[in-house]
């Protein structure tokens, strides 16, 4: 037996709880993990509290992310002592996840522990740093150079904005991060962000065509904010949109695309095939400079997730909220 959180169906929605279950309630797979680390994210609290319809069939185990070592594969690409991370796939939401003592789950949904990544450290990074490296790869692959001007990070202290203001900065680029908690600006500056912008600036309708000022954008708000970030952008700018924090409805035109030539580049870390998450993880290896790690990360314990996930969807929370399952296993 080892202790899981599990969300339960009830009469008027759902319930988080600390449990325990075995090896006999797992869902099917042909891996079994040894958790050591998994995470708390946006889309995990909307689950634990309910507040979303995220969970799709329960009873259900969140945690999106997770860094373990395989227990034992019917998989012929992975074998008992791999050290493994999962991101996505849905589990979480049809199928368990991470916040357990044991994962089961698809080989093919794996991909390895990149050196010289702890499994700490790449739960720490997880979903969320995965997804900004997507996001800067997007902007890459359209052209957005350092050369080409100012790039702008929505959300900027959260999971995601935490890490696309490192990786942008250390690559080169003049960062602007634009956050809601004016308090974080110092934190932002050590991450690399060379000026911080209040979100307010973002909020209110704005024209279909403003000032251009953005050679790229990562944006995970959405809503007016991302209608916003479109007007302003430079000729032939990339917006990598990645959330929907702000709304999913985008009040915008088809002026900035059509007259300006922005990319509007849509971001799924879900189901996103294995050779993009292969060499997003191998750029994070190379890009992302661990020290920012201290800055970018809280530990919960996981008898404490169910309410800390209130404190996320508050915007309470800065960086990354990891869960040590079994932390002794990344010296193991």
């Not at 991370?85 to 794996?110: F, I, M, P, S």
């Not at 020290?291 to 314990?301: D, I, K, N, S, Y």
Request: with cysteine; hydrophobic share 50%; glycine share 12%.
């Amino acid at each position: 037996m080892y202790d899981a959180i599990l969300i339960e169906k009830t009469a008027d929605g759902s319930q988080a709880r600390l449990t325990q279950i075995d090896d006999a309630q797992l869902p099917p797979g042909d891996v079994t993990i040894r958790v050591a680390f998994s995470t708390l994210n946006y889309k995990d609290a909307l689950a634990i509290t309910g507040k979303g319809p995220v969970v799709r069939s329960f009873p259900m185990v969140p945690g999106i992310d997770f860094a373990g070592i395989v227990e034992h594969s019917d998989d012929p690409a992975w074998k008992a002592g791999d050290r493994v991370v999962l991101n996505g796939w849905g589990v979480g939401e049809t199928h368990w996840g991470g916040l357990a003592g044991k994962a089961r789950v698809k080989g093919d949904w794996l991909v390895p522990l990149q050196a010289p990544f702890t499994m700490r450290q790449a739960a720490t990074i997880g979903t969320a740093g995965y997804t900004a490296m997507l996001c800067v790869l997007a902007m890459e692959r359209h052209g957005v150079q350092p050369s080409a001007g100012e790039v702008l990070v929505t959300g900027a202290a959260g999971g995601v904005g935490s890490v696309a203001v490192a990786l942008l900065a250390k690559l080169g680029y003049r960062v602007v991060a634009v956050t809601g908690r004016p308090a974080e600006a110092e934190y932002l500056t050590r991450l690399g962000a060379a000026e911080v912008m209040d979100r307010a600036a973002f909020t209110s309708p704005g024209k279909p065509l403003a000032k251009e000022r953005w050679a790229g954008a990562v944006d995970v708000a959405g809503g007016q904010v991302l209608a916003n970030v479109c007007a302003a952008m430079r000729y032939r700018g990339v917006v990598a949109a990645c959330g929907l924090a702000g709304g999913m409805a985008v009040p915008t035109t088809v002026a900035p695309f059509i007259l300006r030539g922005v990319t509007l580049a849509g971001i799924d870390s879900v189901m996103c095939p294995e050779p993009d998450r292969l060499e997003a993880w191998s750029r994070l290896a190379r890009d992302l400079d661990v020290r920012h790690f201290a800055g970018l990360t809280q530990e919960v314990a996981l008898a404490d997730a169910i309410a800390a996930a209130d404190s996320l969807l508050a915007g309470q929370v800065r960086g990354r909220i990891v869960v040590p399952v079994a932390p002794e296993l990344d010296a193991a």
